[in-house]
């Protein structure tokens, strides 16, 4: 996407609606000399900024496109459609990954993106959509992420380091593989999410719905946990040193389930089954094994 472009596209735009550059910079809360910079394609603005800009101008973000056309299209990645100017210069003809990181976000839509890698590192989001999204391989670092949602998207293979995760959903989320290290994670919905291969360690996992989730393979580490319930399967999972307050094991099937624990007195069983190894892993916890019927082979 070239900046000179934009910057045409824009200045067509601002006149066809007939307002000056300070008139532009002043509804956008920003410098006329910005503006000006954008029109002789010298930068270009964030996509937030540009989601603004269309409004105003009264376009749709296709307009910005290199091949506009009339039909909207609110689902291609913007991440396609853009690319930041480079620093030696304003167009020297080289596509550059653009980079949101230490940003803050408040009720951007960015659903249908992929490929975002630590794009949003250290930042601030809260209100977003991030719907239908491929973000495998997402490197979060040192983010706050408050009532965004993330439903049936894909962040497998994802790390999730050092953040605040409060209230946000994910529901029907593959979360394959996906490690969270020194993150709070509460008042989240995981309705439906696969945490097949998941980790979750020296953090919190409070308060979070989690019903018809997939629990394979999946660990707690070093994790407080509660006001959770558990139901379904829990297949070849581990518990090791977490701290367990109100969490209840409802309609539950457990099998090859390791607890390494000195207490399971914060862990409530409600018509479960557990087979012969998670039994004597619970009892040797001292949990409460009412509620609990053994598998028998």
Same mark, same amino acid.
């Given at each position: 996407?070239e900046t ?6 824009i ?5 066809k #609606?007939n307002?000056?550059?300070? /008139?532009l910079?002043e509804r956008?809360?920003?410098s006329?000399? =910005?503006v ?5 394609g010298?930068s270009?603005p964030d996509?937030i900024?540009?989601?603004?800009l269309?409004e105003?101008?009264?376009v749709d973000l296709n307009?910005?496109s290199e091949?506009?056309?009339?039909v909207t299209n609110k689902?291609?990645p913007l ?11 304003p !167009?020297?003809?080289?596509?550059l @990954?653009?980079?949101?990181?230490r940003g ?10 992929k @490929?975002?890698h630590e794009k ?5 989001? /809260?209100n977003c959509?991030f #719907?239908?999204? +491929? &973000?495998s ?10 009532k965004?949602d993330f439903? +049936?998207? !894909?962040?497998?293979g994802?790390?999730i380091?050092r953040?605040n995760?409060?209230g946000n959903l994910f529901k ?6 996906t ?9 989240? +919905?995981?309705?439906g999410?696969?945490?097949?291969g998941?980790k979750?360690?020296?953090?919190g996992?409070e308060k ?5 989730a997939k629990?394979n ?5 070093h994790?407080?946990?509660a006001?959770v319930?558990?139901e379904g399967?829990?297949d +070849?999972?581990?518990f090791e040193n977490?701290d367990?307050?109100?969490v209840?094991?409802k309609?539950?099937t &457990?099998?090859n389930?390791?607890?390494? @624990?000195?207490?399971?007195k914060g862990?409530r069983?409600?018509?479960s089954h =557990?087979?012969?190894m998670?039994?004597e892993? &619970?009892k040797n916890?001292k =949990?409460?094994?009412t ?7």
């Amino acid at each position: 996407m070239e900046t000179k472009m934009i910057g045409t596209k824009i200045t067509e735009a601002r006149k066809k #609606v007939n307002i000056s550059q300070a /008139q532009l910079a002043e509804r956008l809360f920003i410098s006329a000399q =910005a503006v000006g910079k954008w029109e002789r394609g010298e930068s270009l603005p964030d996509i937030i900024t540009l989601n603004r800009l269309a409004e105003i101008l009264g376009v749709d973000l296709n307009y910005f496109s290199e091949n506009f056309q009339s039909v909207t299209n609110k689902n291609i990645p913007l991440e396609s459609q853009l690319k930041q100017p480079s620093e030696s210069g304003p !167009d020297n003809g080289k596509k550059l @990954n653009w980079d949101m990181s230490r940003g803050n976000w408040v009720d951007a839509d960015f659903s249908g993106l992929k @490929n975002l890698h630590e794009k949003f590192s250290s930042s601030n989001m /809260q209100n977003c959509k991030f #719907v239908g999204s +491929d &973000l495998s391989g997402l490197l979060l670092k040192s983010n706050n992420i408050d009532k965004c949602d993330f439903s +049936d998207s !894909d962040l497998g293979g994802s790390h999730i380091l050092r953040s605040n995760l409060a209230g946000n959903l994910f529901k029907n989320c593959s979360l394959k593989e996906t490690e969270f290290s020194e993150s709070f994670i509460g008042g989240s +919905d995981f309705t439906g999410a696969d945490f097949t291969g998941v980790k979750i360690k020296s953090g919190g996992f409070e308060k979070n719905t989690i019903a018809g989730a997939k629990w394979n393979q999946s660990s707690f580490i070093h994790t407080y946990i509660a006001d959770v319930v558990f139901e379904g399967n829990v297949d +070849d999972c581990y518990f090791e040193n977490c701290d367990f307050k109100r969490v209840t094991f409802k309609n539950v099937t &457990l099998k090859n389930t390791f607890f390494k @624990n000195k207490s399971l007195k914060g862990i409530r069983f409600t018509d479960s089954h =557990a087979d012969r190894m998670t039994y004597e892993f &619970l009892k040797n916890g001292k =949990a409460d094994l009412t509620g609990v019927t053994l598998i028998t082979v």
